[in-house]
């Protein structure tokens, strides 16, 4: 049963601050990394992917990897009211099954 | 991204009956599909994987004779609730890749609110 741990929540932080997210898993030989982003009453939208250890950036958001500590991180800088929400962290593993985190929820005060 | 399209939105029906949602890769052909279930304030609970051509697999203490998966296509995946009840009301995700490969994301349906009354 592969586990997938995260902060909890919710966070909250001023608008144009960082808003930072921790995802710890149990399965060490999961392959794949997602954070998804889930509006209320909405089916979860990716955000960013994730599959090699180190740092990855799209635009306002940076992933970070660490396999050997088995964490995946993710930043929210220049937070927006409109990042508002619930995020996932979600482990694929070699099954191909997706394990999803409890969700972090996210208010970013205007 | 690909698309994945979900249908119905919403539905709600009356308890003993049964209700059919589908899940339709638009632009990709999905040989396997997942569907999911999310109930108020928890994360996504996967249920089973679809696999065309094949029976669905079922994860631990989901009812095979209840929650009804179909996979007839590589483009279609219906999951049917018999004889539902108060307690299925939830909503319902699917979810399909593009690509076999361990390196390609998962792509959400819109969900399905689903009320029992």
């Known amino acids: 049963q592969k586990e997938v741990e995260q902060n909890s929540g919710p966070l909250s932080v001023p608008e144009g601050a960082i808003a930072s997210l921790n995802c710890t898993y149990s399965d060490r030989g999961s392959q794949s990394f997602f954070w998804y982003r889930q509006y209320s009453g909405k089916s979860p939208e990716l955000i960013m992917s994730?599959?090699?250890?180190g740092d990855k950036e799209d635009g306002r958001f940076t992933a970070q990897l660490n396999k050997a500590s088995q964490y995946v991180s993710l930043l929210i800088r220049d937070s927006q009211p409109s990042d508002s929400a619930t995020y996932l962290c979600a482990v694929r593993g070699n099954d191909y099954k997706l394990s999803f985190g409890a969700g972090t929820t996210v208010t970013v005060r205007a | 991204g690909a698309v994945v399209s979900q249908h119905p939105s919403w539905v709600i029906c009356k308890s003993g009956t049964s209700v059919k949602i589908e899940c339709r890769s638009l632009?990709?052909?999905?040989?396997?599909m997942f569907w999911y279930r999310q109930f108020p304030k928890q994360s996504l609970m996967l249920m089973a994987t679809s696999n065309e051509g094949s029976k669905a697999t079922y994860e631990q203490g989901v009812e095979k004779d209840k929650f009804l998966i179909n996979h007839a296509s590589l483009t279609l995946s219906t999951l049917t609730v018999t004889s539902a009840h108060p307690e299925d009301s939830s909503f319902y995700i699917c979810s399909a890749r593009d690509s076999p490969s361990w390196n390609t994301e998962a792509f959400f349906g819109q969900g399905t609110r689903l009320t029992v009354v």
């Open positions: 632009d990709f052909q999905a040989t396997t």
């Open positions: 994730i599959y090699s250890n």
